[in-house]
C-alpha cells in the first residue's frame, strides 16, 4: 500500500489521455446518428424503401467525407484524434464502412425516372471507392480473414500469378497515387445524389447532403491544392546509409538550413530522392532533438525500404515535414512497462537519448524482443546503463519463447493497474500485447502504442 501511495503522489493518472482518445470517434457517431435522425424528422411523405436506401446512401457519403476531413493534414484534425496515425486509422475504417454503405445503396434503391448522366456518374463512383478500399486492405488480409480459411487463402496468394500482382500493386507509390483519386470518386456519387434522389422535394434533406458532401470536398480540395504551400518543411540531404541487419538500415540526415524539431518518440514524413525517383514515407526517428543530425531507421518491408541500400547514397537531398506522432513515456504513470520488436526500438532509443539521469519515471522495466541478436542490442544496453530506473530485459525468440503479457506481469510484480505499457513493434505483436494488458487491469489508456503504417 506504502508503493500505491508514493506513485499516484509522484505522477497522477492520465485519464485525460483516454479522453483525448474517445473524443474523436465518438464526434463520428454523434455525426452519423444525428444525420439520421434529421433525416427521419424531415422526412416527405412518399416510399419507405425509397427513402431508408437513399439514407444509407447519404450516411455513405457522410462517412467518406468526414474521412476526408481525417486525413487533411490539419493540425487540430492530428490533436483531436490522439495523433495522425490514429487518424488515418479511423480514415481506412470510415471508408470501408462508407464504401460498404453506398454499395447497400446502390443494390437496395432505384429511380424510376433517373437522369441520363446520374447513374453513370454513381457506377464510376462505387466503382473507384470499391477498387480503392479493397486495394487499401489487401496487405492485412491475414487479419481479416477467419482462421479456418487462412491456409486456403494462403494457398491462392501464394499462387504464381497472384503472387505477381500483389508485388505489382503492392507498392506504396501507386497506390498513394491512386489513393489521391477518392475525393474525386466521392464527387461523383455525390452529383449523382444530387441529380437522382428522390427525397430531395425537402430543402432541409437536400441542404444537408449538401453540407456534408461539400465539406469533405472541401477538405480534399485543401489537401490536394493548398496542403502542401502551407505545410512547414525543412530541406535536409543524406549523410549516411548503413544496414542494423539483413533486413534494415539507418539513415542519417544533416539539414541544409533551419533544423527540423520533434519531441522525442514522434515519427516524420520524409521524402528522400533516391536513384529511380522521389519517395514518400513516414519513418521512426531514432535520434533526440539535440542532435544536430536526423537519424531514421528503416524496416525492409516494402518495394522502396527493401532496396534502400541500393537506391540512396551520402549528398541525396531529403525533405522532412512537420513532426507526428504522440508516442511520449511522459504520458505514463511512475512504473512502466516498454516493449519493442526488433527495429520497433527505434522511439526509445530517440527517449533515451534525449533524457537525463534521474528523469525517467520511478521504474521501466524494458522489453527487448527480436527473432535472433537484437539488431540494436548493445546501443540500447549502453544507454540503459546511464539510468537505475531502467531494467533491460532481453528476448531473444530464436531460443525463448514468445513474449506474453503473463511474462511482462511476472517480472515486473507490481499492480496492473498501476502500470503504463508503452509498445512498438510489429502489428500483431502489438496488438495482441495491448488487447492482454488492458484484460489484465492496465487502464486503456495507459496502454500506448503507434500505427506506423498509414496505409
Not at 78 to 86: A, N, T
Not at 155 to 164: E, G, L, N, T, V
Not at 341 to 350: A, F, H, K, R, W
Amino acid at each position: 500500500m506504502a508503493l500505491e501511495t508514493q506513485l499516484r503522489q509522484r505522477r497522477p493518472y492520465h485519464g485525460a489521455h483516454l479522453v483525448t482518445r474517445l473524443v474523436g470517434p465518438a464526434t463520428i457517431g454523434a455525426l452519423v446518428v444525428a444525420f439520421a435522425l434529421l433525416w427521419l424528422l424531415a422526412r416527405p411523405v412518399g416510399d419507405a424503401g425509397q427513402f431508408i436506401g437513399q439514407l444509407i446512401g447519404a450516411e455513405g457519403v457522410l462517412l467518406l467525407s468526414v474521412g476526408l476531413v481525417l486525413i487533411s493534414t490539419l493540425r487540430w484534425v492530428e490533436q483531436f484524434f490522439d495523433g495522425v496515425d490514429k487518424a488515418a486509422v479511423w480514415h481506412r475504417r470510415v471508408a470501408m464502412a462508407g464504401t460498404a454503405l453506398i454499395g447497400v445503396h446502390i443494390a437496395s434503391t432505384g429511380n424510376p425516372n433517373p437522369t441520363q448522366l446520374g447513374p453513370t456518374l454513381g457506377t464510376i463512383g462505387i466503382v473507384g471507392l470499391a477498387t480503392l478500399t479493397v486495394w487499401a486492405i489487401a496487405p492485412r488480409w491475414r487479419s481479416i480473414t477467419p482462421r479456418p480459411a487462412r491456409p486456403l487463402v494462403e494457398r491462392f496468394m501464394a499462387a504464381p500469378p497472384i503472387r505477381f500482382v500483389g508485388r505489382w500493386i503492392g507498392r506504396y507509390g501507386l497506390w498513394r497515387g491512386f489513393h489521391r483519386l477518392t475525393g474525386i470518386f466521392l464527387g461523383l456519387g455525390f452529383v449523382h445524389g444530387l441529380m437522382d434522389a428522390t427525397v430531395f422535394g425537402s430543402q432541409l434533406l437536400r441542404w444537408s447532403y449538401v453540407a456534408v458532401g461539400g465539406v469533405g470536398l472541401a477538405f480534399y480540395l485543401y489537401r490536394e491544392l493548398l496542403a502542401r504551400r502551407v505545410a512547414r518543411t525543412h530541406d535536409y540531404e543524406v549523410s549516411s546509409v548503413e544496414p542494423i541487419d539483413d533486413a534494415s538500415y539507418e539513415i542519417w540526415l544533416r539539414p541544409l538550413g533551419d533544423r527540423f524539431d520533434f519531441r522525442p518518440g514522434q515519427f516524420a514524413l520524409v521524402n528522400l530522392e533516391a536513384r529511380d525517383r522521389w519517395h514518400r514515407h513516414p519513418f521512426t526517428i531514432a535520434s533526440g532533438p539535440q542532435e544536430k543530425e536526423v537519424r531514421i531507421t528503416v524496416r525492409a518491408l516494402g518495394d522502396f525500404t527493401s532496396s534502400i541500400g541500393d537506391l540512396v547514397a551520402p549528398g541525396m537531398p531529403a525533405v522532412i515535414s512537420s513532426p507526428q506522432g504522440h508516442f511520449d513515456f511522459t504520458r505514463g504513470t511512475e512504473h512502466q512497462v516498454w516493449v519493442a520488436g526488433g527495429i520497433g526500438v527505434s522511439p526509445m532509443l530517440s527517449w533515451l537519448r534525449s533524457v537525463r539521469p534521474g528523469e525517467l519515471p520511478h521504474r521501466v522495466d524494458f522489453f527487448y524482443t527480436a527473432r535472433g541478436p537484437a539488431p540494436l542490442a548493445d546501443e540500447v544496453a549502453h544507454l540503459v546503463g546511464h539510468h537505475e530506473e531502467l531494467h533491460l530485459h532481453l528476448v531473444d525468440t530464436e531460443t525463448d519463447p514468445r513474449l506474453t503479457v503473463e511474462q511482462v506481469l511476472a517480472t515486473v510484480g507490481a499492480e496492473p493497474r498501476l502500470l503504463s505499457a508503452f509498445l512498438c513493434g510489429p502489428e500483431q505483436m502489438v496488438s495482441t500485447l495491448q488487447r492482454g494488458l488492458v484484460r489484465a487491469g492496465v487502464g486503456p489508456a495507459n496502454v500506448h502504442r503507434e500505427f506506423y503504417n498509414l496505409r
